[in-house]
């Protein structure tokens, strides 16, 4: 593992008012408990990562790897590029979207425009079904409206008030390997405690069902001054994760700022490449755009750090 230095914002960070809904006293499931789900080899056959475009574009990675542990192993790709971690966290179920039904009632069929008071609307959104107010069916969304779709007719259903959305996938999911690399989209609306508290908040959700979780750390982007608001936030997660986190923290900014990098991806660096390092960014030589890294990097980060780790863990 490699590791910088890290450069954490002054002073402590209030979440967003959004986040007060964020903190359950306890998981609303019925459909798992804690005795459900052992810790015996039969559960290393599933594996799932949750995130944004990192999680979704290393797939091909994760699924190649964990068929080298067991063919009969699989892997959900729970990564949707452009998701904010509130999105990501209510689809995983870790932090349900709290909605309130246009109108006060689900329709008979069709769907309802939904309102969250702990999410907002967001076109990256990745449709996901479940259940509100008992009504299974479906929440999506374009850049300003969320919208509850139910699956089948059936008669008129009041809601008023605020339910949450409960996933189908999520929970079926819980007692996998999990690697959670969720929020890096947050920079620009959260402050850094609110990224940390929902990647805390769906590792302790996660907890009672698996003690097999990885916390993979942000990535500066290559255009991202070092002193910059972004830059400032990135350090200060990565900094709380890998203090909280220790061993099961995967500390990509560092490997991308180290020497070793260029060694494991075959890549010979070029001047503009070091003088980004050397600012803290994402070097070009490794990244497909200023935001995603490509897939030298993928496969670095994948057979360098998570496998390893891994198998160190003694979790394969």
């Known amino acids: 593992m490699f590791f910088a230095p890290f450069s954490a914002l002054s002073g402590s960070a209030s979440a967003s ?125 374009t850049a300003s409206v969320m919208t509850f779709t139910r699956s089948s007719a059936g008669s008129v259903v009041p809601s008023a008030g605020a339910f949450q959305f409960i996933p189908e996938i999520g929970p079926q999911h819980r007692g996998d390997v999990v690697f959670l690399w969720m929020g890096k989209n947050d920079v620009n609306t959260y402050p850094a405690q609110a990224i940390i508290s929902r990647t805390d908040t769906s590792f302790d959700w996660l907890s009672p069902f698996t003690e097999r979780c990885l916390v993979i750390g942000h990535f500066h982007d290559s255009d991202w001054p070092p002193d910059s608001n972004q830059s400032q936030k990135i350090d200060a997660v990565n900094a709380a994760y890998k203090s909280r986190y220790r061993e099961l923290y995967i500390d990509v900014q560092a490997y991308l700022m180290s020497s070793q990098v260029w060694v494991d991806t075959g890549i010979s660096p070029t001047p503009q490449d070091l003088m980004q390092q050397s600012l803290g960014q994402k070097p070009a030589s490794l990244s497909v755009d200023k935001e995603h890294l490509n897939d030298a990097m993928y496969q670095a980060i994948n057979e360098k750090l998570v496998q390893p780790l891994i198998r160190q863990l003694g979790w394969y």
């Open 17 to 141: 008012d959004l986040d007060d809904n964020y903190k359950l006293e306890s998981p609303p499931y019925g459909i798992h408990n804690s005795d459900s789900v052992s810790l015996s080899p039969k559960n290393y056959l599933s594996f799932s990562g949750w995130g944004s475009s990192s999680v979704e574009r290393i797939a091909p990675q994760f699924s190649k790897m964990i068929k080298e542990f067991d063919r009969r192993a699989n892997y959900y790709n729970g990564g949707k590029g452009g998701e904010h971690s509130t999105h990501t966290a209510g689809r995983l179920g870790s932090i349900p979207f709290l909605l309130t039904v246009s109108g006060g009632q689900i329709p008979p069929s069709g769907g309802v425009t939904v309102t969250g008071s702990n999410v907002n609307p967001s076109s990256s959104l990745r449709p996901f079904k479940g259940w509100l107010n008992g009504v299974y069916g479906t929440v999506s969304s």
